[in-house]
């Protein structure tokens, strides 16, 4: 119905059914090999973590490079911090909410942040980088993505919306 006129020259009637219990398989469909869910495998994947270097496949020693940094990116409310906080926990072995995070219609994440989780004394191999989610009016957009892959962002640094980072007005990272 467009402006008050029925005018079609086909129309389609679909019939829906309840077939939710015809659906259920008897069995599964494939048989998966998966370990039981124990205190050892939780340390043998932690230890696993603990122990990941990347960049060691190419021959790179962890005293030219300490850490890699890994970017978390997606939309608003997609678990990014919640990540962050998962892994964080997981090594502290207690609850950790060090990223804000929760549910709402606009980023809580309103700065970079980046993020070292310790283990046994000692950050791991790799920090967390956590940045605003995609959204349209005041979220990070590919101009921010490019001055943050580039480096020309530092730590704590709050977005400003419409405002854009650039290499010719960037905001570094001191190093030290």
């Not at 890994?70 to 964080?88: E, M």
């Not at 730590?155 to 570094?172: C, G, M």
Request: proline share 5%; glycine share 6%.
């Amino acid at each position: 119905m467009t402006g008050g006129v029925f005018d079609a020259e086909d129309v389609v009637v679909y019939a829906v059914e309840d077939v939710a219990q015809e659906t259920y398989l008897p069995t599964p469909w494939r048989e998966m090999d998966l370990p039981s869910w124990n205190s050892d495998l939780l340390n043998l994947l932690k230890k696993d973590i603990e122990e990941y270097w990347p960049l060691k496949e190419m021959g790179v020693s962890e005293d030219v490079i300490p850490y890699i940094n890994i970017l978390l990116l997606g939309p608003v409310g997609a678990g990014k911090s919640s990540f962050f906080n998962t892994l964080n926990s997981l090594f502290r072995e207690r609850l950790s909410i060090q990223a804000r995070a929760g549910s709402s219609d606009t980023s809580l994440t309103k700065s970079f942040n980046v993020y070292s989780i310790i283990s046994n004394r000692r950050p791991l191999r790799f920090r967390i980088c956590d940045c605003r989610g995609f959204e349209d009016a005041h979220g990070v957009d590919l101009f921010d993505v490019e001055a943050i892959l580039d480096g020309n962002i530092k730590n704590k640094y709050t977005f400003v919306d419409k405002s854009h980072i650039t290499k010719r007005k960037p905001i570094l990272q001191t190093r030290s």
